[in-house]
C-alpha cells in the first residue's frame, strides 16, 4: 500500500510537471483527488491493516494528497501567469506608429462666404435677421413700392403657390417685416441672409435658386455717401484692396436712387470671359436710399428717417473670390469641387 500510495505521488507529480494548459491541470486534479481517484480507492484497503499500520498509512495517504495538491496550486499558478503574459505580448500596442487619419467633412464655400459676409457687417455693428422663404405678396412687393400690376414686377419671375402666396424672389421682404417691427423707431441696421427663388433660367451665372443677402440701415441723416462707403469698404475687405468696383445707375422701385455695383472679373482680369459675358465686369449687388414710400408703409416718417439698403448674391462674390467659372458647381455638390475648398488638407 505504502509502495502504490508513493507510486501515484510520482505519476501524478510527473503528470502535473508536464501539464500543458489549465484544463489538462483540471483533469489531473479531479483523477488523482476526486472520490473516485486511486488514493480514494487505496485508503478503502486501510480497514485490513493493523491498528499499528493504519494511522501511519493515514499520515503517508495525507502527506501524497498535501503534495500533489500542492504541485497543483504551484503549476496552476504558472500556467496562470503564463496565460496573463501570453495575452500581453498578443495586445502590445505600438504607440510610435502614426495615427490613422480621420475623414472630416468641411463648411461649403458658399457657407464660408455667407459666415465671412456676416462676420464683416456684425463688426460694422449689423445684426442678423432674418424671413421666411414661403413669403406673402403683400411683403414680397406691395410693401416695396411694387403693387400689382407694376411692369417692374416682370424683372424678378417668380414661383406662386397662391395668388397672394409665393416664393420670395429675393430678401428684400426682410426689410419691410424688420421695419415693421421696429413701430417707426429707428435706428434698423440689419443684414438677411436667406434662399430666394426665380423663374430665371440656370446659366454660368443664373440659377432659379440662390442666396441672397440684404443689408438695410435706417436712422436719422442717412445719406447716399453712407451707402457708397460701405459698400466700399465690403468690397475692399472682401476682395482686396487693388479689386476695381463701379456704381451704375439703376432702377428698383423700393429704392431711389438706385444703383448697381459691378466687381472686375477675377477670372479674365478684365479683358472679357464667359462668366462677365465679354464685359470685364460681374455684377455682384443692387442698392439705393430706400424709397419714401417704403418706409412710410412700413411706419416710418419718411421726413426723419432716411435708410439705405443693397442685396446681394453670394454666388457671385464666391465665384470672383475663389475663381469658379459655373455657378451650378455650388448645387452639384461634386465632391471633387467641394474637396479644394477644405482647410483640412
Ligand atoms: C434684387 O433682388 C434687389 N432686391 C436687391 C436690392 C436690395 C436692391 C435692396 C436695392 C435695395 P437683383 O434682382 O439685381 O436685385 O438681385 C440682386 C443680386 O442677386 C444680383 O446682383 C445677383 O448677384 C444676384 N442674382 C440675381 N439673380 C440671380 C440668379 N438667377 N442666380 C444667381 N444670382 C442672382
Same mark, same amino acid.
Given at each position: 500500500m505504502q509502495e502504490r500510495l508513493k507510486e501515484l505521488q510520482t505519476e501524478a507529480l510527473e503528470k502535473i510537471s508536464t501539464a500543458a494548459d489549465l484544463k489538462e491541470?483540471?483533469?489531473i486534479r479531479v483523477s488523482y483527488l476526486g472520490k473516485k481517484g486511486p488514493i480514494t480507492e487505496v485508503? +478503502?484497503?486501510m480497514g485490513k491493516l493493523s491498528a499499528e499500520e493504519r494511522p501511519k498509512m493515514g499520515a503517508l495517504a495525507n502527506e501524497v494528497r498535501d503534495s500533489i495538491a500542492a504541485?497543483? @496550486? @504551484?503549476?496552476?499558478k504558472r500556467l496562470e501567469e503564463a496565460a496573463v503574459q501570453e495575452k500581453l505580448a498578443a495586445e502590445k500596442i505600438d504607440v510610435t506608429l502614426p495615427g490613422r487619419p480621420v475623414k472630416t467633412g468641411n463648411h461649403h464655400p458658399l457657407t464660408r462666404i455667407i459666415e465671412e459676409i456676416e462676420d464683416l457687417f456684425i463688426g460694422m455693428g449689423y445684426t442678423v435677421a432674418e424671413g421666411p422663404e414661403v413669403e406673402k405678396d403683400y411683403y414680397n412687393f406691395e410693401a416695396l413700392n411694387l403693387p400689382k400690376g407694376h411692369p417692374a414686377r416682370d424683372m424678378q419671375d417668380?414661383?406662386?403657390?397662391t395668388e397672394e402666396i409665393l416664393l420670395r424672389t429675393h430678401t428684400s421682404p426682410v426689410q419691410a417685416r424688420t421695419m415693421e417691427k421696429h413701430e417707426g423707431k429707428?435706428?434698423?441696421?440689419?443684414?438677411?441672409?436667406?434662399?430666394? *427663388?426665380?423663374r430665371d433660367n440656370d446659366d454660368a451665372t443664373h440659377s432659379h435658386q440662390f442666396m441672397q443677402i440684404e443689408g438695410l440701415v435706417v436712422d436719422e441723416n442717412i445719406r447716399m455717401t453712407d451707402l457708397k462707403g460701405t459698400l466700399q469698404v465690403?468690397? &475692399? +475687405?472682401?476682395? /482686396? @484692396?487693388d479689386r476695381e468696383i463701379r456704381l451704375r445707375p439703376s432702377f428698383f422701385p423700393f429704392t431711389e436712387p438706385s444703383v448697381e455695383m459691378d466687381i472686375s472679373c477675377k477670372i479674365c482680369g478684365g479683358k472679357g470671359c464667359s462668366v462677365c459675358k465679354g464685359t470685364g465686369w460681374i455684377e455682384i449687388l443692387g442698392a439705393g436710399m430706400v424709397h419714401p414710400n417704403?418706409? @412710410?408703409?412700413? /411706419?416710418?416718417?419718411? &421726413?426723419? *428717417?432716411? /435708410?439705405f439698403a443693397f442685396g446681394m448674391g453670394p454666388e457671385r462674390i464666391a465665384m470672383l473670390k475663389y475663381g469658379v467659372d459655373d455657378i451650378r458647381?455650388? *448645387?452639384t455638390n461634386d465632391v471633387r469641387f467641394l474637396k479644394q475648398f477644405s482647410i483640412h488638407e
Open positions: 491541470l483540471n483533469d485508503l +478503502k484497503g504541485g497543483i @496550486e @504551484e503549476k496552476q417668380s414661383f406662386y403657390i429707428g435706428p434698423v441696421k440689419i443684414i438677411c441672409p436667406g434662399k430666394v *427663388y426665380r465690403f468690397a &475692399k +475687405k472682401m476682395f /482686396g @484692396e417704403v418706409l @412710410e408703409m412700413a /411706419g416710418f416718417d419718411s &421726413k426723419k *428717417y432716411t /435708410g458647381h455650388f *448645387y
